[in-house]
């Protein structure tokens, strides 16, 4: 894991107004942030946002992700309609309300416009998952316009589907970070992912009962947070044909 020296504290990497923090948490849904949004809008703001907007400009400065934030609970999802064994559910973390809120700002203000202008070896162009530009919309017509290019020359098109099993849970930070420090991104912002990934914990819960005991996060996405679908498009970004001509495309872990 690489650490850099932060970079002095200045506007560039600090969350500037109270409209930063109020729209994503008053983006959150379900009953997990019912404690913020249960008052009015403009009731709200004063009260909760000057003092949040300190708190992350904090942990933006110093790179330092709170311990709290990085203790989350697993919910399992079915996959299925009838789910038989522990394979048939999807591990989805639910992280606290205050993490994911800078999480999403992290994202959209500095991982987003980082993968606009990748470096090399990394590419997003074949990526339409999450993105702010990508859809399953736009991965068909891609997918179907080159394939339609390609008949007009060639007699037929062969077509290979891969989907990667546990592509999620498989993760490994150090390889994930090794290809986050290439990104064009600050180095406190750097430090503070590498941070976010370091001792994360998490337990399952069902019915808000805990089953299980903390245990330590070693390669995983975080399944639920913000930073992890724009975690796994990072991770995802340097796989490339091998054979000159052939083209690829992605969906998330979907790959043609």
Same mark, same amino acid.
């Given at each position: ?5 932060? *970079? ?23 009953? #997990?942030?019912?404690?913020? %949004?249960?008052?009015?809008? &403009? /009731? ?16 933006? +400065? %110093? ?9 989350? =609970? ?27 809120? /800078? ?8 991982? #987003?416009? @980082? ?6 070896? /990394? =590419? ?11 859809? *399953?919309? @736009? +991965?068909?017509? @891609? /997918? ?7 008949? *007009?020359?060639? $007699?037929?098109?062969?077509? *290979? @589907?891969?989907?990667? $099993? ?27 992912? +590498? ?29 639920? =947070? +913000?930073?992890? &679908?724009? $975690? ?23 790959? #043609?």
């Amino acid at each position: 894991m690489q650490i850099f020296q932060p *970079t002095p504290h200045t506007s560039s990497h600090r969350v500037n107004s109270q409209f930063h923090t109020q729209t994503p948490i008053s983006s959150q849904s379900g009953g #997990y942030s019912k404690s913020l %949004t249960s008052f009015p809008p &403009p /009731l709200r703001c004063p009260v909760f946002c000057e003092p949040l907007v300190y708190l992350f400009n904090k942990s933006l +400065a %110093t790179s330092v992700v709170p311990r709290q934030w990085k203790q989350t =609970s697993i919910r399992p999802v079915p996959k299925t309609a009838t789910p038989l064994n522990h394979s048939d559910y999807r591990p989805i973390s639910i992280a606290l309300v205050l993490s994911r809120t /800078l999480e999403r700002i992290v994202v959209r203000e500095f991982l #987003y416009p @980082a993968i606009l202008d990748p470096p090399m070896p /990394l =590419s997003y162009g074949d990526q339409f998952a999450f993105r702010p530009t990508g859809s *399953t919309t @736009a +991965a068909l017509i @891609a /997918l179907m316009q080159t394939i339609t290019d390609l008949l *007009t020359t060639n $007699s037929f098109v062969c077509l *290979t @589907a891969l989907d990667f $099993s546990k592509a999620f849970d498989t993760v490994r930070h150090d390889t994930l970070l090794s290809k986050m420090v290439l990104l064009n991104i600050l180095d406190v912002i750097y430090n503070r992912l +590498a941070d976010f990934f370091q001792d994360h914990e998490h337990c399952t819960k069902i019915w808000n009962i805990n089953i299980s005991d903390m245990v330590h996060v070693s390669a995983n996405i975080i399944q639920g =947070s +913000a930073i992890g &679908p724009v $975690s796994y498009d990072i991770n995802a970004s340097d796989v490339s044909t091998v054979t000159p001509g052939n083209l690829m495309y992605k969906y998330a872990d979907d790959t #043609y």
